[in-house]
T-cell receptor, first 112, second 111 residues
Framework: DAGITQSPRYKITETGRQVTLMCHQT?????MFWYRQDLGHGLRLIYY???????DKGEVPDGYVVSRSKTENFPLTLESATRSQTSVYFC???????????FGAGSRLTVL | GEDVEQSLFLSVREGDSSVINCTYT??????LYWYKQEPGAGLQLLTY?????DMKQDQRLTVLLNKKDKHLSLRIADTQTGDSAIYFC???????????FGTGTKLQVIP
């Protein structure tokens, strides 16, 4: 099906473990984004990518790593998970002159 | 930097109008948006407005922009229980792909 697929939808891990959240889009949109959603903070941008092999930091990049070797995939890796990274993570793509974003369904991550 | 603020909660009765308010700080914002998030789902774009517009209407939705006061509002006419969700205000600038979101307003519709 066309759209954005995030996986896994739910993940429980332990402090110090590496976790990768996957994001796949079928539209070939140039821009892709990772946001985290936390109560009281709304959505905060972690990283974004303008095209394959081009990534840049957002508002809260510490503790996260991204890559984009193919246009359609934009994985987000937590190299050593911390409890403060417990959150809901949303991947989004952007296209068009009005910077409209299309979001995936989200990945809920719990770090114990 | 950019800052977008919203009240956290709004409760209305079914059939009434809802007005969700938002203030932003960046006077160079070009686009202002309203997104809706239903439980367990991602955000969906409801509507957006260019900064050179004062108002935009789309069926039951009316967006008002006061650029002088940096104030954006979303009015939902004849609010239904299906409108219960979190509504996010957001802003971005032309040629600058990053979008800044507010904290979201949770709309509760009472039958």
């Amino acid at each position: 099906d066309a759209g954005i697929t995030q996986s896994p939808r739910y993940k429980i891990t332990e402090t110090g473990r590496q976790v990768t959240l996957m994001c796949h889009q079928t539209w070939s949109h140039s821009y892709m984004f990772w946001y985290r959603q936390d109560l009281g903070h709304g959505l905060r941008l972690i990283y974004y990518s303008a095209a394959a092999d081009i990534t840049d930091k957002g508002e809260v990049p510490d503790g996260y790593v991204v890559s984009r070797s193919k246009t359609e995939n934009f994985p987000l890796t937590l190299e050593s998970a911390t409890r403060s990274q417990t959150s809901v993570y949303f991947c989004a793509t952007g296209t068009g002159g009005a910077n409209v974003l299309t979001f995936g369904a989200g990945s809920r991550l719990t770090v114990l | 930097g950019e800052d977008v603020e919203q009240s956290l909660f709004l409760s209305v009765r079914e059939g009434d109008s809802s007005v969700i308010n938002c203030t932003y700080t960046d006077s160079s914002s070009t686009y202002l948006y309203w997104y809706k998030q239903e439980p367990g789902a991602g955000l969906q774009l409801l509507t957006y407005i260019f900064s050179n517009m004062d108002m935009k209407q789309d069926q039951r939705l009316t967006v008002l922009l006061n650029k002088k006061d940096k104030h954006l509002s979303l009015r939902i006419a004849d609010t239904q229980t299906g409108d219960s969700a979190i509504y996010f205000c957001a802003e971005s600038k032309e040629g600058y792909q990053k979008v800044t979101f507010g904290t979201g307003t949770k709309l509760q519709v009472i039958p």
